[in-house]
């Protein structure tokens, strides 16, 4: 036997293992690259409607301090009743996008946190339809959620918003360092 012929056969066989090897490296990078990127949509998706999700509960909470107020009721109440609905549907496509069943449990931990903002808007509503003729400045309102109760009443919502906000922001942050892991791997 040649030697010669031994060793072509012996990078012969290494080209073709070095072969499959790169192959499968570039289908994994691929695949991650497609996964990165279809995280990084996500995010974006997320974040236009968590921003309606905020608009539309700022205007509900801003229409629940004129609730008990208003010269026209009949347009004042058409136009609650839109907010109102305009803000659960938002709610509920938002959370749409965390579904219950995830690695790590955070997902359940950020609905929640949605789950308390739209709770202390309801909560205030039945709050205003009770009182709202003997207490427009909702002095004697009292959350349920027990992180909003150290609060003066004018500043609950701002500490709601900023709670949502942080913990929002921490979610996103974390599924973006997730999406740029998955591109390094």
Same mark, same amino acid.
């Given at each position: 036997?040649? %030697?010669? &012929?031994?060793?072509?056969? +012996? ?10 090897? &790169? +192959?499968?490296?570039?289908?994994? @990078?691929?695949?991650? !690259?497609?996964? $990165?990127? #279809?995280?990084? @949509? %996500?995010?974006?998706?997320? *974040?236009?409607?968590? #921003?309606?999700?905020?608009? =539309? ?6 229409? /629940?301090?004129? /609730? ?18 305009? =803000? %659960? #549907? #938002?709610?509920? !496509?938002? +959370? ?9 449990? *955070?997902?359940?931990?950020?609905? $929640? ?30 959350? $349920?959620? !027990?992180?909003?109760? *150290? ?9 709601? =918003? ?13 599924? %973006?360092?997730?999406?740029? /892991?998955?591109?390094?791997?």
């Amino acid at each position: 036997m040649n %030697w010669t &012929t031994i060793f072509a056969g +012996i990078a012969a066989f290494v080209s073709l293992v070095n072969v499959f090897v &790169t +192959i499968r490296n570039n289908k994994a @990078q691929i695949q991650a !690259q497609i996964i $990165s990127s #279809s995280r990084v @949509q %996500w995010i974006k998706e997320v *974040r236009e409607i968590y #921003s309606n999700f905020i608009k =539309l509960s700022t205007e509900f909470h801003n229409e /629940l301090l004129f /609730l008990g107020v208003c010269d026209n009721e009949e347009n004042f109440d058409k136009n609650f009743n839109m907010v109102r609905g305009n =803000l %659960w #549907s #938002s709610y509920y !496509q938002l +959370i749409s996008y965390f579904p219950k069943k995830d690695s790590d449990g *955070r997902n359940s931990e950020i609905v $929640s946190i949605f789950n308390e903002l739209v709770n202390f808007l309801e909560e205030k509503l039945e709050y205003s339809l009770e009182y709202s003729y003997r207490d427009v400045t909702f002095s004697e309102f009292v959350p $349920s959620f !027990q992180e909003l109760q *150290r609060y003066d009443v004018p500043e609950q919502y701002k500490a709601m =918003l900023n709670m949502v906000s942080d913990e929002f922001s921490c979610y996103m942050k974390a599924e %973006w360092v997730r999406a740029k /892991l998955e591109v390094e791997n």
